[in-house]
T-cell receptor, first 114, second 112 residues
């Protein structure tokens, strides 16, 4: 079984709808992240969490919110989806590897906003 | 804002050829990580380098961190079709490099 899972894997929604992307991990890591990936722009950080009570905004948090329901679960919400939020969304966890933190990514959610 | 420039953006080579991908910045990073991503999947960590001048080898892949910790390179010897994918470099900032700044990636195609 995958260590970091994301649901759904694909989602098509309409402008203005609220949508939630979910992430679960079995790696036992405290730190979790949400990124979006756009062609030509690379991966950009949306939010990150060091533990259940510690949530921080990333580079592009406007229009998004998150919830850390438990150590293993970190959800990303789009309160009112807009077309330019169409992208690939990745959840990641990280752990200390003796020199730096290293990140482990889920398989991604492809979101299309029409 | 710290930026990482990757070059080339696209690379198409024949099986057996050698190649180098570059990752450059004007900023200093506490570490540099390289990931490979295949279509429909998330990035997978290949290596982390943390010391200026550090060289790490992973089979046919050689990774180097610049002396000033502003740049890095990935060299692949005798490329194989299985090396095809998107290669991403990521610079670490913050305590223990908890936050990563990603380059835009190099899309490599190795033709049999």
């Amino acid at each position: 079984d995958a260590d970091v899972t994301q649901t759904p894997r694909n989602r098509i929604t309409k402008t203005g709808k609220r949508i939630m992307l979910e992430c679960s991990q079995t790696k036992g890591h405290d730190r979790m992240y949400w990124y979006r990936q756009d062609p030509g722009l690379g991966l950009r950080l949306i939010y990150y969490s060091f533990d259940v009570k510690d949530i921080n905004k990333g580079e592009i948090s406007d229009g998004y919110s998150v919830s850390r329901q438990a150590q293993a679960k970190f959800s990303l919400s789009l309160e009112s989806a807009i077309p330019n939020q169409t992208a690939l969304y990745f959840c990641a966890t990280s752990a200390w590897a003796g020199g730096s933190y290293e990140q482990y990514f889920g398989p991604g959610t492809r979101l299309t906003v029409t | 804002t710290q930026l990482l420039e990757q070059s080339p953006q696209f690379l198409s080579i024949q099986e057996g050829e050698n190649l180098t991908v570059y990752c450059n910045s004007s900023s200093v990073f506490s570490s540099l990580q390289w990931y490979r991503q295949e279509p429909g999947e998330g990035p997978v960590l290949l290596v982390t380098v943390v010391t200026g001048g550090e060289v790490k080898k992973l089979k046919r892949l050689t990774f180097q961190f610049g002396d000033a910790r502003k740049d890095s390179s990935l060299h692949i010897t005798a490329a194989q079709p299985g090396d095809t994918g998107l290669y991403l470099c990521a610079g670490g900032t913050g305590a223990g490099s908890y936050q990563l700044t990603f380059g835009k990636g190099t899309k490599l195609s190795v033709i049999p």
